[in-house]
């Protein structure tokens, strides 16, 4: 879609056009393209059908009223934020940054993180270089009411005048012609230059992959790994957050550790690092607990350990807990262990037999198996259910057996 097209998409024909697609099923799309060509302009019947795939697509991300009336791109909506980590990062723009002026948002893609900011009372300036894309934006502002809280620039972030603004969010491009970018000097800017624009402003993030190495994350940033439901979808280095300058973090010999911390959604429950050695390892206990992913990316599987009575690691590159004694923590899921025996095909299959398992959860940390082939081999039948976790035990590739805590336990 360019933007002659999307142009005439919000317009009354392509709106009256949008309104007749709303619940239309793709798998009707030939025949509902056919019928509409009758009477409308094929560039316009095809402009209209993508936009209403995608806002299927986006109920997903931004909720279904919202995406009924957003506008998007196929790449706009595969490199936007999560309508609810959009949300929560917003909040804490608005609850910790100084003053509560003005936001940019640079690279700011369809509008996803300007549409949070403005909601959380904010005045936004949305940067993106891409002309079709500050289309969308403005026209997302609009169809949400937020028109007048969003300014848009078509310009490339690097010539973006923040001068003016109380805080700045950038979210650097991750994706190339040959999928993910892993190195962050490779992201477009590279995070060496949204750092440094991070560092001149009163209040900042910078939205960068999960998978970033710890050690390039700058001293005098806090990071911060977000999952959604048990998803991790992305870390943030934040800057002004009252955090140490590099100069005081290295005469106090502390590390960027200290600064780390791992946040859940939804209920937003926040695990900062303490700085805690690794956990010992030890034998299986009655209960196993499998830390969130965000917490794991975190490197903060200690500071889960020091939650629950006696808790250890099975093994010492594994991020399992395990302990005797079940205790609530909003930061793993916790199962009850029935069985623990070394991994053999015939011995697992023939033990769920006996059990009588029909469902099984198949999880692994540490493990080569692919579950999708063991699945097939199990040939499981059977009225119950139970989770099977393919893993190491003091080196040893292992089967663990169990089931998830129905209760949480706390004390």
Known sequence: MDREAFAALLGDEGQALLGQLEGYDPADELAVATRLRRTHPPELVSAALGQARLRQRAAAKFGAEDAARMYFTPDGLEQSTRASVAAYRA??????????????????????????LARAGMRVLAVDRDPLTCDVVRANAAALGLADSVEVRCQEARDADVSGCDAVFTDPARRGGKGRIFDPEAYSPPLSWAVEVARGAPYSAVKVAPGIPHEAVPEDAEAEWISDAGDVKEAVLWFGTGHRTPDAARSS???????????????????????????????????????????????????????????????????????????????????????????????????????????????????AVDPAELRKKLRLEGPHECTVFLTRVAGAPTVLLGRPLETPVRR
């Open 253 to 367: 010999g502390s590390s960027a550790s200290s600064s780390v911390r791992a946040t859940l959604l939804p209920d937003g429950s926040s695990l900062r690092s303490r700085g805690l050695p690794d956990p010992p390892a030890g034998p299986v206990g009655r209960f196993l607990y499998e830390p969130d992913g965000a917490v794991v990316r975190a490197h903060l599987v200690a500071e889960v350990a020091a939650e629950l009575p006696g808790g250890r690691l099975i093994d010492p590159t594994i991020a399992y807990v395990t302990c005797d004694e079940a205790q609530f923590t909003p930061y793993a899921t916790g199962y009850e262990i029935t069985d623990v025996l070394p991994f053999q095909l015939k011995r697992l299959r023939a033990l769920l037999r006996e059990r009588g398992v029909g469902v099984a959860a198949i999880k692994k940390r540490g493990s």
């Open 91 to 116: 909040e804490r723009f608005r609850r910790e940054a100084p003053g509560q002026g003005r936001t940019a948002d640079l690279c700011c893609g369809i509008g996803g993180d300007a549409i949070a």
